[in-house]
């Protein structure tokens, strides 16, 4: 478990390193979170100086649009994120008496939910985060647990040591997907010459691996 935490915390921090424009880059982190999870839904949320928030990056794990992502968020939950600076984790909406407490749980009719503030890099203890990474499950209550947190906590310091520097530090001009795996392993040259022999053609693919290992980024390199 503790090895799969750390293979999926790697790929993130290659995404944020690589030469990606950056919500596909924040799109593709929060892939490897609901993936790894088996969140439902993922949503990345970043702060604005007023308090307001924008939802940057969205992810269904069944690769299902999501509509009118801020209508799709629990906002009672992202607020007790940010005002407590602190992972809030809904294991069981409907025990747990939060339905009562946070409203917008019934109304969007969640079951489980992990809700984790991105922290601002450099900052003072306490600081205002950036933004916070909002998982969420409507079907299956006791999603996630304490290994999910430790995951999403490691993978949202990720994110705050770069969010800051992200729009002026990277090109806005979208990359290749196959050109977004990366590695120098004989491994991913094996696979990026097969993606290229595949890709044109309209065969079938099968794609296996472990959570976490981008077999959704590989799916996204044939299609496109």
Same mark, same amino acid.
């Given at each position: 478990?503790?090895?799969?935490?750390?293979?999926?915390?790697?790929?993130?921090?290659?995404?944020?390193?690589?030469?990606?424009?950056?919500?596909?880059?924040?799109?593709?982190?929060?892939?490897?979170?609901?993936?790894?999870?088996?969140?439902?839904?993922?949503?990345?949320?970043?702060?604005?100086?007023?308090?307001?928030?924008?939802?940057?990056?969205?992810?269904?794990?069944?690769?299902?649009?999501?509509?009118?992502?801020?209508?799709?968020?629990?906002?009672?939950?992202?607020?007790?994120?940010?005002?407590?600076?602190?992972?809030?984790?809904?294991?069981?909406?409907?025990?747990?008496?939060?339905?009562?407490?946070?409203?917008?749980?019934? $109304? =969007?009719?969640? &079951?489980? %939910? +992990?809700?984790?503030? !991105?922290?601002?890099?450099?900052? /003072?203890?306490?600081?205002?985060?950036?933004?916070?990474?909002?998982?969420?499950?409507?079907?299956?209550?006791?999603?996630?647990?304490?290994?999910?947190?430790?995951?999403?906590?490691?993978?949202?310091?990720?994110?705050?040591?770069?969010?800051?520097?992200?729009?002026?530090?990277?090109?806005?001009?979208?990359?290749?997907?196959?050109?977004?795996?990366?590695?120098?392993?004989? $491994? =991913?040259?094996? &696979?990026? %010459? +097969?993606?290229?022999? !595949?890709?044109?053609?309209?065969? /079938?693919?099968?794609?296996?691996?472990?959570?976490?290992?981008?077999?959704?980024?590989?799916?996204?390199?044939?299609?496109?």
């Amino acid at each position: 478990m503790a090895h799969e935490v750390a293979t999926t915390i790697r790929m993130i921090g290659r995404v944020l390193d690589s030469r990606v424009e950056v919500e596909e880059m924040l799109r593709l982190a929060l892939g490897f979170i609901v993936e790894a999870t088996q969140a439902e839904r993922g949503f990345l949320v970043l702060l604005g100086p007023g308090g307001d928030y924008d939802v940057h990056a969205t992810v269904h794990l069944n690769d299902e649009d999501i509509a009118s992502p801020r209508f799709q968020v629990s906002h009672g939950l992202i607020a007790r994120a940010v005002r407590d600076r602190m992972t809030v984790l809904l294991e069981d909406a409907q025990t747990d008496g939060s339905s009562a407490e946070f409203p917008s749980v019934l $109304a =969007i009719g969640l &079951l489980s %939910a +992990l809700v984790v503030p !991105i922290p601002r890099p450099g900052g /003072p203890r306490g600081a205002r985060p950036l933004g916070v990474i909002y998982l969420d499950h409507r079907t299956k209550p006791g999603r996630f647990g304490e290994r999910d947190r430790a995951l999403v906590e490691a993978a949202a310091a990720e994110i705050g040591g770069r969010v800051d520097r992200l729009p002026a530090a990277r090109p806005q001009t979208p990359v290749p997907v196959v050109r977004r795996i990366l590695g120098r392993s004989a $491994a =991913i040259e094996d &696979l990026l %010459a +097969l993606l290229d022999r !595949i890709a044109p053609t309209e065969l /079938p693919v099968l794609i296996e691996g472990e959570s976490g290992t981008g077999k959704e980024l590989v799916a996204r390199a044939i299609h496109e």
